[in-house]
């Protein structure tokens, strides 16, 4: 029954910015890392933004002066903030989940997390 939702996809123009949300539910969220994927048409997905169990988080080179990844664990949400957006962002955003007791970094590889969303759509338009 475990089951992670994104929301908040759409289309933005370049330069805007828009908040991505993730929820999960039959899991407990705070013993879980956090990640965004993204899949552009003919591309691999690829890591985006992670966050940890304690906060620590990373970001591919791409995003890191523009997209901040953040949690409430209390609210079990899981959030990527995208200022500055550009066409070249435009992709389905994935929220993924990693169970793990504890971490020293953050993993960034699709196998490394099990719980998957169904993505929500970015549409950056020039």
């Known amino acids: 029954q475990i089951q992670v939702v994104e929301s908040g996809g759409g289309v933005v123009q370049a330069g805007g910015s828009l908040r991505l949300s993730c929820t999960a539910s039959?899991?407990?969220?705070?013993?879980?890392?956090w990640a965004w994927f993204r899949q552009a048409p003919g591309t691999e997905r690829q890591f985006v933004a992670g966050?940890?169990?304690?906060?620590?988080?990373d970001y591919t080179d791409s995003v890191k002066d523009r997209f901040t990844i953040s949690r409430d664990n209390a609210k079990s949400m899981v959030y990527l903030q995208m200022n500055t957006v550009a066409p070249e962002d435009t992709a389905v955003y994935y929220c993924?989940?990693?169970?793990?007791?504890?971490?020293?970094?953050?993993?960034?590889?699709?196998?490394?997390?099990?719980?998957w969303g169904q993505g929500t759509q970015v549409i950056v338009s020039s």
């Open positions: 993924a989940g990693r169970h793990q007791l504890s971490s020293v970094v953050v993993a960034k590889g699709r196998r490394d997390y099990g719980d």
């Open positions: 039959g899991l407990t969220f705070g013993a879980y890392s």
């Open positions: 966050i940890n169990k304690v906060g620590r988080t």
